[in-house]
């Protein structure tokens, strides 16, 4: 039965996006997501029709380890948004999605009165498998939204290093997620996320009331040694509940003068021009990357070449030359 329901077309779809049809954006987003050629190239039309009514959201990206509260501060965040006026999308980068047969992140039934909201839409990670795929389907699904009329884009992702820098690279501001903890806690993956955040918040400070100054302190003397992405802007450390939605609209309206700071300085088109540059140049690579190991000349050649260099037969630079060699022949 369901081989026989027609798909929308371009138009179709593009018609159903602008008036924020519920129904037509989700089948956008499931063609952007799609890995199947034709599903590909009717995403791309769709994209170039909407792309001249996007732009105009403020992006957020919230990260932070799995319990941290991110769903609990984004329903929170949301619905006080959604109050104000807001319409709010919430996309989630989850790489392990894929492999655990489901997304975790932003699942509907942990952000029940949001995604009830008339004027939220939530979608959980795409289960792609790659995390290039899925940011690059996250990114396009952005341009979907905005022209839908969602005028804040709220991007979730886990605390894990290429995640971040991914959803980093898609967002206007990057919001950390952090919990007090001990101070010899601030080394590797905590310290790379700082280079990345434009504000950290302490959650959950309706319990750690003891341990948040010293966080803040931490944190604040962590963020002091780094050196700030913007010359306009140092990142705050500041203290929230999500839960009980205390310092949330405090919390927003940071986030709104560093978008005022930035739009008047001209950083924040800057940084979204010299995110296209970096998306151009990721895309480039996976595509590449698939294009290579999908060619049937490099197929039929690579495991004999493998075998060679496994056993010392062989230098990888040699084998490498010929792999190229059928590659560009084909
Ligand atoms: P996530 O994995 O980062 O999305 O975290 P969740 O939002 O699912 O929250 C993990 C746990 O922490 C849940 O049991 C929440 O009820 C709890 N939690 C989340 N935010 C707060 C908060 O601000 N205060 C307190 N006390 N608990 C919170």
């Given at each position: 039965m369901s081989g026989t329901v027609r798909q929308p077309t371009v138009d179709e779809l593009f018609?159903?996006?602008?008036?924020?049809?519920?129904?037509?954006?989700?089948r956008a987003i499931t063609l952007i997501e799609s890995?199947?050629?034709?599903?590909?190239?009717?995403?791309?039309?769709?994209?170039?029709?909407?792309?001249?009514?996007?732009?105009?959201?403020q992006r957020v990206g919230i990260s932070g380890v799995p319990g941290v509260g991110k769903s609990t501060f984004i329903?929170?965040?949301?619905?006080?948004?959604?109050?104000?006026?807001?319409?709010?999308?919430?996309?989630?980068?989850?790489?392990s999605s894929g492999r655990t047969g489901g997304s975790i992140l932003g699942d509907k039934t942990r952000m029940e009165q949001l995604s009830a909201s008339e004027k939220a839409f939530?979608?959980?990670?795409?289960?792609?498998?790659?995390?290039?795929?899925?940011?690059?389907?996250?990114r396009e699904t952005i341009v979907v939204l905005e022209a839908a009329g969602f005028d804040t884009v709220l991007v979730e992702t886990v605390g894990t290093g290429q995640s971040e820098t991914m959803v980093a690279d898609m967002v206007?501001?990057?919001?950390?997620?952090?919990?007090?903890?001990?101070?010899?806690e601030l080394q590797g993956i905590k310290k790379g996320i700082l280079e990345?955040?434009?504000?950290?918040?302490?959650?959950?400070?309706?319990?750690?009331?003891?341990?948040l100054k010293q966080a803040v302190r931490e944190y604040k003397s962590a963020l002091h040694i780094l050196t700030d992405a913007s010359p306009s802007w140092h990142p705050p450390v500041v203290t929230c509940s999500g839960l009980k939605g205390e310092g949330v609209p405090e919390l927003w309206g940071r986030i709104e003068k560093h978008r005022r700071i930035m739009s008047e300085s001209g950083e924040r088109e800057a940084r979204r021009r010299e995110q296209r540059l970096?998306?151009?140049?990721?895309?480039?690579?996976?595509?590449?990357?698939?294009?290579?190991?999908?060619?049937?000349?490099?197929?039929?050649?690579?495991?004999?070449?493998?075998?060679?260099?496994?056993?010392?037969?062989?230098t990888v630079s040699s084998a490498v030359a010929r792999l190229l060699k059928d590659f560009q022949r084909d």
């Amino acid at each position: 039965m369901s081989g026989t329901v027609r798909q929308p077309t371009v138009d179709e779809l593009f018609e159903g996006v602008r008036i924020c049809d519920r129904a037509f954006i989700g089948r956008a987003i499931t063609l952007i997501e799609s890995r199947n050629p034709a599903h590909q190239e009717k995403a791309q039309s769709l994209l170039h029709k909407l792309l001249p009514y996007s732009g105009e959201a403020q992006r957020v990206g919230i990260s932070g380890v799995p319990g941290v509260g991110k769903s609990t501060f984004i329903e929170n965040l949301g619905m006080w948004l959604v109050a104000e006026g807001h319409q709010v999308a919430v996309l989630a980068v989850d790489p392990s999605s894929g492999r655990t047969g489901g997304s975790i992140l932003g699942d509907k039934t942990r952000m029940e009165q949001l995604s009830a909201s008339e004027k939220a839409f939530i979608r959980p990670s795409p289960s792609s498998g790659v995390l290039g795929g899925v940011a690059r389907a996250t990114r396009e699904t952005i341009v979907v939204l905005e022209a839908a009329g969602f005028d804040t884009v709220l991007v979730e992702t886990v605390g894990t290093g290429q995640s971040e820098t991914m959803v980093a690279d898609m967002v206007d501001f990057f919001l950390v997620l952090m919990l007090p903890g001990a101070g010899d806690e601030l080394q590797g993956i905590k310290k790379g996320i700082l280079e990345l955040a434009d504000m950290v918040a302490i959650n959950k400070a309706d319990i750690f009331a003891e341990k948040l100054k010293q966080a803040v302190r931490e944190y604040k003397s962590a963020l002091h040694i780094l050196t700030d992405a913007s010359p306009s802007w140092h990142p705050p450390v500041v203290t929230c509940s999500g839960l009980k939605g205390e310092g949330v609209p405090e919390l927003w309206g940071r986030i709104e003068k560093h978008r005022r700071i930035m739009s008047e300085s001209g950083e924040r088109e800057a940084r979204r021009r010299e995110q296209r540059l970096t998306w151009l140049d990721a895309q480039i690579r996976d595509r590449l990357l698939s294009d290579f190991y999908s060619n049937p000349a490099v197929k039929t050649s690579l495991s004999g070449l493998t075998n060679a260099v496994r056993a010392g037969e062989m230098t990888v630079s040699s084998a490498v030359a010929r792999l190229l060699k059928d590659f560009q022949r084909d």
